[in-house]
Each structure stands twice: as structure tokens, then as C-alpha cells.
């Protein structure tokens, strides 16, 4: 995993004030010639002055900056948004983002299907997000869903020997838990379901295969990281410092 907390090369003023969203490069030299920034105590005019980042005190008009790299953040996806960067027609996950995290240029590792809700991480550590994605590493990922028709035993078995999809493709060995069942003119059920791939739509195409239909789909967790239910839908905070070392150590060890 990238950390923060290695040492990093020097930096032009501008561009490690600008990362961390102080302003434009532009913004930054006209406050500089303002004398308005120190470094170490002392007034820098020059915008393109160089600076370790994680070890010189930076201060503009007053204020001590933290500098950071990297920005984890966990949202509770909601529905009618889609995890990607940008799109034409749809809001994203990043339209959510107010401007102090969007300037990061996160991006959501893996994805979740536009009417899908639940756990999503959002970084720009492309490094992290490589090594949960990583097909050889098998994250395991946990969802929970509400399913048309009476999920049973024999759902359960083939779940757990790999289930052949439209395409011929066979998944993995999943491990499929009935919550609880609804029963009336169709039986609903409650299931949560542990794959450890993520083919398209492949919670819904396990179960069309089966003969059933997912009708609401949360992601729950990912790999040691767990969604905060305290979190509304379309909310978001950032990692703390032990969810992120068990990511991090998740990921490598897998």
C-alpha cells in the first residue's frame, strides 16, 4: 500500500499547495508575492520555492497545511448513481464529493450497479486499488439481497460448487446464508451472499441461473472492510487510520 507517512521528494510550493486544494497555481504565486506563506517560520515569495512536504511547516495566512498524498474515503452508495469518474447523463459517485475531496481525482475501486447500494471505496491510491481488484488476489466481498423466488438448500449447494452463467462461464465456489423468507403469492427471500470475483452483474446472473430474480442489492463489505451502517445513503467519511491498515494488510496478505 502507498503511505503518507514515507518520506517523499521535495516539492515546488505551488504544486503541493495546489494538490491539497489551497487554489490554482495562479492563486498560490499571487498570495506568495502577498507574503502570506511561510516556511519554517520564514516568509517564501517565491511560489516555485521547493519543500519537503511531510517534514517543513507550511503556513498560509496564518493556517499550518497538512499535506496527504492519498484520500480513502467510504460511502454508502446509493442508488441511481453510478461508480465511475464521469458520465454524460447520470450523476456519479464523485458528483457527490464536495470540492476538498473531489480535487483528489479519486476514483471508486471496483463497481457497483447503478441501482446497487452498499459499500464503495473511493481513493486515488492506485496501488491499493490494483491490489484489491486483482483478479489472482480473490477479495472476498459481501452482499446482502432480497430475492424473488424460495431460495433453498440445493441454491445453497450449488452456490457452493460454482454455478454456470448464460455465458458458460462457471463462477468460484461462493458461500450463499438464507436470512429468512417472506412467504405470500411469491416467496421472497433474504440472503447474503460472499464471492470472492466480480464478473458483471454476477450476483444477479448467479441467481438468474438458478431461476431466481434480485430485486434490492447491498454491498456489505469488502474484504476486512465493513460498511458503516451509520452511514445514511449517499454519505461518506473517510477511512479511519485502523480500517485502512486492515484493508491495506487484507489486500497484501490475500
Known amino acids: 500500500m502507498s503511505s503518507s507517512g514515507n518520506a517523499a521528494k521535495k516539492q515546488r510550493l505551488d504544486k503541493m ?3 491539497i486544494g489551497v487554489g490554482s497555481r495562479s492563486d498560490i504565486r499571487k498570495i506568495a508575492k502577498q507574503g502570506l506563506i511561510h516556511v519554517n517560520g520564514a516568509v517564501v515569495k517565491d511560489s516555485g520555492f521547493h519543500v519537503d512536504p511531510y517534514n517543513d511547516r507550511v503556513e498560509v495566512n496564518g493556517e499550518v497545511v497538512t ?3 492519498y484520500i480513502y474515503l467510504m460511502m454508502n452508495k446509493p442508488p441511481d448513481v453510478l461508480s465511475a469518474t464521469e458520465d454524460k447523463r447520470d450523476r456519479t459517485v464523485l458528483d457527490l464529493l464536495k470540492s476538498e475531496y473531489a480535487q483528489f481525482e479519486p476514483f471508486p475501486v471496483g463497481r457497483l450497479d447503478k441501482d446497487t447500494v452498499g459499500l464503495l471505496l473511493l481513493t486515488n491510491d492506485g ?3 490494483h491490489e484489491l481488484l486483482s483478479p489472482r488476489k480473490h477479495v472476498p466481498k459481501i452482499y446482502e439481497a432480497t430475492v424473488e423466488g424460495e431460495v433453498d438448500a440445493d441454491d445453497v449447494a450449488a452456490f457452493a460448487a460454482g454455478v454456470e452463467l448464460e455465458d458458460g462461464y462457471v463462477t468460484l465456489p461462493a458461500h450463499l446464508t438464507i436470512l429468512s423468507r417472506q412467504r405470500g403469492t411469491t416467496t421472497i427471500s433474504f440472503i447474503s451472499l460472499m464471492i470472492t470475483e466480480g464478473k458483471f452483474h454476477q450476483v444477479k446472473r448467479m441467481f438468474q441461473a438458478v431461476g431466481k430474480k434480485v430485486t434490492f442489492l447491498k454491498r456489505v463489505s469488502m474484504g476486512e472492510l465493513k460498511l458503516d ?3 445514511a445513503l ?6 479511519t487510520k485502523e480500517e485502512l491498515n486492515l484493508l491495506s494488510a487484507g489486500a497484501a496478505e490475500l
Open 17 to 19: 499547495l495546489s494538490h
Open 234 to 239: 449517499g454519505a461518506y467519511r473517510e477511512l
Open 67 to 69: 499535506y496527504r498524498e
Open 229 to 231: 451502517e451509520d452511514l
Open 127 to 129: 496501488k491499493l486499488a
